[in-house]
């Protein structure tokens, strides 16, 4: 079975830090897309990050150069470092894990091709 638990959100400054972590259990594929996403109220889910089993990274323009998505597979645990933190970063963010026949050319960022999910961390920026 597996289970994504996500942990690290919390209530910060604008311009501080944050570092999302997930915990990856029964997650055992050797071709994988793993990623970040994020729901504000009253919008859709977006995707921000995603990375592959290879640890080829890709980010949405709005975070690109102030989110980084890394990987510990020793650890099975999935990170989202944000830096320069904004308002309009505030949102639930929920890690991701879908397992991939051939490794895809990128990550898919839309959500509904992602089959596993975490219950989300809640991030909150105050100006």
């Known amino acids: 079975q597996v289970q994504l638990v996500e942990s690290g959100g919390g209530s910060v400054q604008a311009g501080g830090s944050l570092r999302l972590s997930c915990a990856a259990s029964g997650f055992t594929y050797s071709t994988y897309c793993m990623g970040w996403f994020r729901q504000a109220p009253g919008k859709e889910r977006e995707g921000v990050a995603t990375?592959?089993?290879?640890?080829?990274?890709s980010y949405a323009d709005s975070v690109k150069g102030r989110f980084t998505i890394s990987q510990d597979n020793a650890k099975n645990t999935l990170y989202l470092q944000i830096n320069s933190l904004k308002d309009e970063d505030t949102a639930m963010y929920y890690c991701?894990?879908?397992?991939?026949?051939?490794?895809?050319?990128?990550?898919?960022?839309?959500?509904?091709?992602?089959?596993?999910w975490g219950q989300g961390t809640q991030v909150t920026v105050s100006s």
């Open positions: 991701a894990a879908r397992a991939f026949t051939y490794r895809p050319r990128q990550c898919p960022t839309m959500s509904a091709i992602y089959g596993y």
């Open positions: 990375i592959d089993s290879a640890g080829s990274t």
